[in-house]
């Protein structure tokens, strides 16, 4: 299958790969996988706690290329962006922006749920769980 | 010579047949390989192009749709794991593929399954620790042992759908159809990791 140019650019030099630390109370993780093709997704936040501006993002997706550039895009996406306003992009953003094919919108799907999923985990830890279901992936709805 | 093919074979599917009613089998899941591929070639003489060399262009489109019909039909009732998901997706019961809305994973699978492709990730760098290869085989090992147990429950799961085809409880084949949809997912994850760990232990035996 031919990738867009720009999942073909994310893919070949994504950016944002890494690891923040976990434990640290200003970061969020989310661990989500799709089990139609079972890659799975790791994407993480670092909030500033007085602006709740994401200072940085990193991620590391074990999937196919338009799994990777879904990620790697959504870091660039979140960072700078307010929790509130990150937690507004949507899968289909993604798409459009990599002109992902109907079969690769699960890839999306999935790094939207990555988002949602380290917002939640970043949420928890600092004592603002009350929205806090409506950030897990199993409740957002396509 | 069309007369004789539906005569010869009145069981030529009808278009939008499912795989299963093509052999005439019930939506059962334990199934006879040998006597499958036993009808698969009797069906495909039946319908078989050559046969049609002479007949009419329908006649021979005919030929060619069934001809292709069987094989895909055959190649996927054939293997218990594309069996068991045709099933579920003929019955209404998306195991993975379900579109826009992921299946929920059990979190500590994904934790492992991550832990596991960094681990692969690293080795994949070749930094040559030997520890790291232990690491792996002992991985290697108990993921296929997973995959095995996986195995396991799915073939259980698989008997109670018979089971309840034969019983025809409605409620026993939606559980049992749930559960196999969900071992199927699992089955996925842990179908690429050991893909992915002997992939890496190769690699590395390659390079030595
Ligand atoms: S194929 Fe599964 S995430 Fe892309």
Redesign the pocket.
Known sequence: MAYSDKVVDHYSNPRNVGTLDKSSSEVGTGLVG?P????V?RLQIKVNPQTQIIEEAKFK?F?????IA?SSLATEWVKGKTVAEAMAISNTDIVKELALPP??I??SV?AEDAIRAAIGDWKQKNGMAETEAAAQPVATTA | MPEFASAVFPGAAPPGADYFSVFNLPRKLALDTRALEQAFYRQSRAVHPDRFAQASAERQQWSLEQTSLLNDAYRTLRDPIARTEYLLRIEGVTAGGRGETPAQVPPELLAEVFELNMQLDELRAGDGDPQLRTDLEAARVEFEQRLALVDGELARAQDEWDQAVEAGTGAARGASAARMAALLDKRRYMRNLVREVREALGATLGEA
């Open positions: 799709a139609e093709c079972g890659d997704m997706t999937g196919c290329g338009s799994a879904s079969v690769k699960h890839c999935l």
